[in-house]
Nanobody
Framework: QVQLVESGGGLVQPGGSLRVSCAASGSIFSIYTMGWYRQAPGKQRELVANILSDGSTNYADSVKGRFTISRDDAKNTVSLQMNSLKTEDTAVYYC????????????????WGQGTQVTVSS
């Protein structure tokens, strides 16, 4: 019903920058929250940042001041600008969106992208 496609991952040196983006498509009536999670090897998936439909944002403490999340509701996209990257930011980054697929429903369902690898290494 709803597909999320990420792009922009890759390899970057410590201190560098990278931007990942995600486009949502399919049966979308409205999107409440769009966000990014990440999962490093051997660790649980964790919230990196999200942005609500009113523009308010939440960030993990570990990325505050370094990462910036933004969304374009006209295009159903969300992006994460990552600056001052550290080796501990290495992970698979997953896009998430809470979507209402019909005007007849009051439920926002979570959808996930397939993930994009971000590797920070010298």
């Amino acid at each position: 019903q709803v597909q999320l496609v990420e792009s922009g991952g890759g390899l970057v040196q410590p201190g560098g920058s990278l931007r990942v983006s995600c486009a949502a498509s399919g049966s979308i009536f409205s999107i409440y929250t769009m966000g990014w999670y990440r999962q490093a090897p051997g660790k649980q998936r964790e919230l990196v940042a999200n942005i609500l439909s009113d523009g308010s944002t939440n960030y993990a403490d570990s990325v505050k001041g370094r990462f910036t999340i933004s969304r374009d509701d006209a295009k159903n996209t969300v992006s994460l600008q990552m600056n001052s990257l550290k080796t501990e930011d290495t992970a698979v980054y997953y896009c998430n969106a809470e979507v209402k697929v019909s005007p007849l429903s009051n439920i926002y369902r979570p959808f996930w992208g397939q993930g994009t690898q971000v590797t920070v290494s010298s």
